[in-house]
């Protein structure tokens, strides 16, 4: 008995009356040997009809033994005994047998048939004892072997029941001293049953536990057989066996189902010829042919159906199959057994996981991981085979974000494809082998180009993506128009693998966009270097931010009524430890990349503050604030804890902003301005005219100066410019809007008052001197309430310099001079020999070979004189191949 199955058995210490089933017991219906007893009993049932003719047959031998040897006593003895054991051994049959009977309850059916088993052996031992008396002789020992031969029967046929068998010995025992009449027979004759009551009920409780057993047996059984049904039926698994030779002797009826579809029945056949393996699964370099030879196991090899064409592998079923051999006793191979499981889900998981994995989910191209992966083995074929270049797109789309800001996601996620399917085309028609186009993420698109490196041609395809993106989209019923950007880097001229590949191709994107946006740039190594000098400059930044490098210079603001200075701008100073002081054109643009102009601006702010509230007078000071500054919601709480922590009024700060803070046209912008308004301070609109000049501007935003950029003022004074129309009509509007002007880059004195008769409110500029530190501040506060203008006092037009000779005729006297510089209106020039008494006099001079040119002496000294020539010089002329013997050096 296994002893996982004895382990099981409840405990068997009944009474010996329980053990023999002569008592009811309370779990009958349930209990395995109950049911046991039950088959015992119908099979004593079956057998006790012989058993009764065997009985028949002794009677029926010994009363014919009797009566042919006309015994008259025997006769009449064997008469009542013969019918006592037939009377017996038909109630055992009535007990048995008869429909009525069977109703009994278990062991009722078991005490009646030990009593009439009882009954038969006494009757059957009478029959035994009467046989003794006959005759010595054949007749005698022929009685004896058929009544010994019914006891025997009899015996066999009540063994299933033990209290049968036991009260058939007990009838046995207790006739022997009836009929014997002797102590010692009867002595050993009870010692032999008790020790048939031993062994009989040793064997009941042996039976007991043997039924234990079997129903444990069967139990786990039925189980097993049910999970397989079940997992058979309902799960992934199946099972599958072989014989000798390989042929399915067995397969799961869903597997054979399915294989039958194809029109063959799958048992029988060989195994190789009904699945076929995957040969670019990972560990199936051998084959199912090779195990099956070899007789060896194998373990979880993808098959299909061998019959189905390689190109239905997207819809055909996959399994995963196993198997071991299988040997009999005597160690001889008797075939394979072995499992199987369902991948086909599993595989269209894994599938789907590998195209989530490889492809943009929203676009269906190249994702990053793949278009990665496609650069890196193309690079690596470019280093370990034949040459071939390779070049690399990087693209931007432009004004992307504001289809996301105005039409939503959902919208901009439609133009994305739209996007995606134009660069497909696009590519597919350029017929580029092995093109690969891929969605990096956002807006930023990619393509990989093997096999090409000619600038023409790259150039012509990047117009034509271009051309195409640009194109009018119509995406939820509105019309959308955006532009693209793009970076081109070349393997292996600018780069041998992938990161510098990238790298170059983004510099070349910056590039694009720097430009201008809408085209395309080629990568150069100007590029890198660029790059490089921006990265030095941000970390040097970062560097003098938090040791104090930067300092502000204050340029005072006059107004144009009282010449008095009625304010300063602080600029931001920078004096490089190693390259000087460096134009804040140079590092601010680094710095709102890099993200480190918050952080500047804020340090401008609370250092302005802290040194105005010093100033003697109190003079407002003007703050420049970028649009990321002014994009972040904490900039107001930023404003208002400055002006706490210095004490300085608000109305004393004045935050310049440019027309870059309307390019996010949104709620936000005006909800700023409210909350800047709120705190007091004012809002001046810097560099105006530069940028896109909007009147919306001027009508929606509280500002309470505007600041007319220098490029409009320089040049103002001199005869036909038309900066001073400009000028007015700029003015005339802020004055009507109830805002001052500030004229910005005035450095000329004669600049001064045209500035004040065109209206402007105040002036900036060199003009009344350059920034200052915070100390010279102090000292110019301090002193004339009035500033005094510097510099030139009239406007002139540009001068070149240059070095060169000139022949020049005063009267009747020629000579040669010496060209320092030359504008349209004049000269100077030196090598003569005049005074100051010479101013006024007219002269010409050979500007262009063999013409003279009018001109009067404006000045003289030191040898040097200027020449103010009568009519307007174009210098374009210099450049005429006819100057023969002139010579010219720039300067």
């Not at 005339?732 to 500035?755: H, N, P, R, S, Y």
């Not at 001068?799 to 005729?809: P, Q, Y």
């Amino acid at each position: 008995m296994p002893k996982s199955v004895s382990r099981s058995l409840p405990d068997t210490g009944l009474s010996p009356a329980a053990i023999l089933r002569l008592l009811a017991l309370r779990d009958d219906h349930d209990d395995p040997d109950a049911q046991a007893h039950a088959l015992r009993l119908f099979s004593v049932a079956a057998i006790w009809p012989f058993a009764l003719v065997a009985q028949s047959v002794a009677c029926a031998v010994l009363l014919g033994a009797a009566l042919a040897q006309s015994h008259a006593l025997a006769i009449a003895e064997l008469g009542g005994t013969i019918a006592l054991a037939l009377l017996v051994a038909c109630a055992a049959y009535a007990v048995l047998m008869t429909p009525w009977s069977r109703e009994w309850a278990p062991h009722i059916r078991t005490r009646c048939l030990a009593l009439a088993a009882s009954g038969t052996a006494a009757a059957l031992s009478s029959l035994l004892w009467a046989s003794t008396k006959l005759p010595m002789g054949p007749v005698q020992l022929g009685c004896f072997v058929a009544v010994a031969g019914a006891i025997g029967i009899t015996t066999i046929a009540l063994h299933p029941v033990r209290a049968a068998t036991l009260g058939f010995g007990t009838g046995l025992v207790l006739m022997l001293p009836i009929l014997s009449e002797r102590l010692l027979p009867s002595t050993v004759a009870f010692v032999f049953l008790i020790c048939l009551g031993i062994a009989t009920i040793r064997l009941a409780r042996l039976d007991a536990r043997a039924a234990h057993a079997r129903a444990a047996e069967a139990s786990e059984g039925r189980l097993a057989a049910k999970m397989i049904a079940e997992f058979e039926g309902h799960g992934t698994g199946w099972f599958w066996e072989s014989d000798r030779q390989g042929r399915l002797t067995y397969l799961s009826d869903k597997v054979a189902a399915d294989l039958r579809s194809d029109g063959d029945e799958p048992v029988s056949r060989m195994l190789t010829d009904v699945f076929r393996m995957d040969s670019a699964a990972p560990g199936t370099e051998r084959t199912l042919a090779f195990h099956l030879s070899s007789r060896t196991s194998f373990s979880d090899y993808t098959v299909c159906a061998a019959g189905r064409r390689i190109e239905n592998a997207e819809t055909d079923r996959w399994w995963s199959i196993s198997g071991r051999p299988v040997v009999d006793d005597l160690g001889r191979f008797q075939g394979f057994i072995g499992s199987g499981s369902d991948l086909t889900e599993k595989r269209k998981s894994d599938a789907e996981i590998t195209r989530l994995a490889l492809f943009d989910g929203l676009t269906g191209l190249a994702n990053r991981q793949r278009m990665r992966h496609s650069l890196d083995k193309t690079l690596l074929q470019q280093r370990v085979g034949p040459f071939r270049p390779t070049s690399l797109f990087l693209m931007d789309l432009d004004r992307f974000k504001a289809v996301n800001d105005t039409l939503g996601h959902q919208a901009g996620d439609a133009l994305l494809k739209q996007v995606a399917q134009r660069l497909e085309r696009v590519v597919a028609d350029a017929c580029v082998v092995g093109g690969l186009v891929g969605r990096l993420g956002g807006d930023e698109f990619q393509v990989l180009l093997p096999g090409i490196d000619n600038r023409d041609s790259l150039a012509t395809l990047a117009k034509e993506l271009i051309g195409s993106l640009s194109q009018p989209y119509f995406i939820a019923g509105a019309s959308v128009t955006i532009g693209c950007s793009i970076g081109i880097a070349i393997a292996p001229q600018h780069g041998e693998d992938a990161e510098e590949l990238i790298r170059n191709a983004d510099l070349a994107l910056y590039a694009a966009k720097a430009d201008g946006r809408g085209v395309h740039r080629f990568y150069s190594d100007e590029m890198l270097a660029g790059a490089k000098s921006r990265k030095a400059l941000e970390d040097d930044m970062r560097d003098a931010l938090g040791t104090g490098g930067f300092h502000l210079a204050y340029q005072p603001v006059v107004s144009t009524l009282s010449t008095e200075i009625v304010g300063y701008e602080a600029l931001l100073r920078w004096n490089h430890p190693t390259r000087g002081a460096i134009s804040p054109a140079d590092f601010i643009p680094v710095a709102e990349e890099c993200g480190l102009i918050e952080a500047l601006g804020e340090w401008v702010m609370r250092t302005a503050c802290d040194e105005a509230i010093r100033w003697p007078r109190e003079v407002r000071v003007a703050v420049n604030v970028s649009p990321i500054q002014f994009a972040n919601p904490a900039f107001p709480t930023l404003v208002t804890s400055a002006l706490a922590h210095s004490g300085l009024p608000p109305h004393r700060l004045e935050l310049e902003i440019t027309e870059g803070v309307f390019l996010d046209e949104s709620g936000s912008t005006d909800a700023m301005f409210k909350a800047l308004k709120a705190i007091g301070v004012r809002l001046a609109l810097d560099d105006f005219g530069t940028g896109y000049s909007s009147l919306g501007y001027l009508r929606n935003a509280p500002f309470d100066k505007i600041k007319i950029d220098q490029s409009f003022v320089r040049g103002a004074a001199q005869p036909g410019n038309r900066n001073a129309a400009i000028i007015r009509a700029i003015v005339t509007l802020a004055d009507t809007l109830g805002m001052e002007t500030t004229a910005e880059g005035v450095e000329i004195q004669d600049e001064i008052d045209l500035v004040r008769d065109l209206g402007c409110s105040h002036i900036q500029g060199y003009v009344y001197g350059r920034g200052v530190v915070a100390d010279e501040v102090m000292v110019q506060l301090g002193g004339a309430a009035q500033a005094a203008p510097v510099g030139h006092k009239t406007s002139r037009a540009p001068r070149t310099k240059m070095l060169r000779s000139a022949r020049m005729a005063i009267g009747r006297n020629e000579g040669d001079v010496r060209i320092r510089n030359i504008s349209t209106s004049g000269a100077m020039i030196d090598g003569i020999a005049v005074d100051g008494h010479a101013v006024g006099l007219d002269v010409l001079i050979e500007l262009v070979e063999d013409q003279m040119f009018s001109a009067r002496i404006a000045w003289a000294k030191d040898g040097k004189a200027g020449l103010q020539f009568v009519e307007p010089f174009n210098l374009d002329r210099l450049n005429h191949p006819q100057l023969g013997r002139v010579q010219r050096r720039a300067v």
